[in-house]
């Protein structure tokens, strides 16, 4: 979100005269940083205290926590696939195929709309009305930052939400006669429209009703929970499971993620193995069926393997069981 700030402060720049520049970045500035310090403040005391990095494990290459690995931990998968020329063209490239930019399959021409429209207008806007130089200051200026630093879609959603008023103040930054411009108007209200109809989200799977956020249809059976280490392997979300399972058990994860660019001697991942060295206990993996390839693989990270020991837990959030069984070490 920090793309947006910078967006913001010269969306300020560009509403303003030039007289009150300063006053108005200062007052928009202490602004913000008072509200992080009430939204975000004590959780960023807590990181530093515990991990040596206030945004942990984010900007790691900054603060060095032992923690994590030395690096940013940017997600670069999508922009290490595009070429100079990809990123000119981008929002023709995802608008197209949105599986260059997102983890899934949809289809929403609005950033493209608003590209083609207010792309022009930047090269004259700063002639345009003050309120539209602002709308489209504050949209390009993210937007290219974006493209620099992440090329991922959903970082993108304010932008999208927006990109109707970008289209039309970009529209209407453009110097053309007033009969041009309403033929231009009338034609983008039609192709606004059109693309309003083409559009394919996918299934956003919602939980039916219930009494509870999270409900456990078939609790867990574990005969010993105080000495009992649960560790959860998978990808897909599994921890808003715990706080409706036994709660003298620990629960550790030993995902692939929260391992990355660490090592046997680095990081959290020590901090699990001695852990599990010392651990006299039953071991259990708790992951769902979708992981049921991935988690062999974690558990032979730490020297463990699972047991045909397992029975299902069901909860409300997801139509399939997840899995808790049995692990040995290898």
């Given at each position: 979100?920090?793309?947006?700030?910078?967006?913001?402060?010269?969306?300020?720049?560009?509403?303003?005269?030039?007289?009150?520049?300063?006053?108005?970045?200062?007052?928009?500035?202490?602004?913000?940083?008072?509200?992080?310090?009430?939204?975000?403040?004590?959780?960023?005391?807590?990181?530093?205290?515990?991990?040596?990095?206030?945004?942990?494990?984010?900007?790691?290459?900054?603060?060095?926590?032992?923690?994590?690995?030395?690096?940013?931990?940017?997600?670069?998968?999508?922009?290490?696939?595009?070429?100079?020329?990809?990123?000119?063209?981008?929002?023709?490239?995802?608008?197209?195929?949105?599986?260059?930019?997102?983890?899934?399959?949809?289809?929403?021409?609005?950033?493209?709309?608003?590209?083609?429209?207010?792309?022009?207008?930047?090269?004259?806007?700063?002639?345009?009305?003050?309120?539209?130089?602002?709308?489209?200051?504050?949209?390009?200026?993210?937007?290219?930052?974006?493209?620099?630093?992440?090329?991922?879609?959903?970082?993108?959603?304010?932008?999208?939400?927006?990109?109707?008023?970008?289209?039309?103040?970009?529209?209407?930054?453009?110097?053309?006669?007033?009969?041009?411009?309403?033929?231009?108007?009338?034609?983008?209200?039609?192709?606004?429209?059109?693309?309003?109809?083409y559009v394919d989200f996918p299934d956003p799977m919602r939980a039916p009703w219930s009494a509870n956020f999270v409900e456990i249809e078939t609790p867990p059976r574990l005969a010993d929970p105080a000495r009992t280490i649960v560790l959860l392997p998978g990808d897909r979300p599994t921890a808003f499971m715990i706080p409706h399972l036994p709660s003298q058990a620990r629960f550790v994860a030993v995902s692939d993620w929260p391992y990355l660019y660490q090592t046997a001697d680095r990081g959290y991942e020590p901090v699990v193995r001695r852990l599990l060295a010392q651990h006299q206990g039953p071991l259990y993996a708790l992951f769902g069926p979708q992981d049921d390839e991935r988690t062999p693989r974690v558990l032979m990270r730490f020297d463990l393997r699972l047991t045909g020991d397992c029975q299902a837990v069901k909860a409300n959030l997801v139509p399939w069981p997840f899995r808790l069984c049995r692990v040995e070490r290898s």
């Amino acid at each position: 979100m920090a793309i947006y700030v910078l967006g913001f402060a010269a969306a300020l720049v560009c509403a303003l005269p030039r007289r009150f520049w300063l006053q108005a970045v200062l007052v928009a500035g202490i602004a913000g940083l008072v509200g992080a310090l009430l939204g975000g403040g004590w959780w960023s005391w807590y990181l530093w205290r515990e991990f040596a990095n206030p945004f942990f494990p984010h900007f790691n290459d900054l603060f060095l926590s032992p923690m994590a690995g030395a690096t940013d931990f940017r997600d670069l998968k999508f922009l290490e696939k595009l070429d100079f020329a990809d990123r000119l063209i981008f929002p023709f490239l995802f608008t197209a195929d949105s599986w260059i930019a997102a983890e899934g399959e949809f289809r929403d021409s609005r950033l493209l709309l608003a590209f083609v429209t207010g792309l022009p207008a930047l090269f004259v806007c700063w002639r345009a009305d003050l309120r539209l130089r602002t709308v489209l200051v504050f949209a390009a200026l993210p937007y290219g930052l974006w493209l620099a630093m992440y090329g991922i879609y959903r970082y993108l959603l304010p932008i999208e939400m927006l990109a109707p008023v970008v289209a039309l103040a970009g529209l209407r930054a453009m110097p053309p006669t007033r009969a041009i411009a309403a033929r231009a108007a009338a034609a983008l209200s039609l192709l606004a429209a059109a693309f309003t109809t083409y559009v394919d989200f996918p299934d956003p799977m919602r939980a039916p009703w219930s009494a509870n956020f999270v409900e456990i249809e078939t609790p867990p059976r574990l005969a010993d929970p105080a000495r009992t280490i649960v560790l959860l392997p998978g990808d897909r979300p599994t921890a808003f499971m715990i706080p409706h399972l036994p709660s003298q058990a620990r629960f550790v994860a030993v995902s692939d993620w929260p391992y990355l660019y660490q090592t046997a001697d680095r990081g959290y991942e020590p901090v699990v193995r001695r852990l599990l060295a010392q651990h006299q206990g039953p071991l259990y993996a708790l992951f769902g069926p979708q992981d049921d390839e991935r988690t062999p693989r974690v558990l032979m990270r730490f020297d463990l393997r699972l047991t045909g020991d397992c029975q299902a837990v069901k909860a409300n959030l997801v139509p399939w069981p997840f899995r808790l069984c049995r692990v040995e070490r290898s």
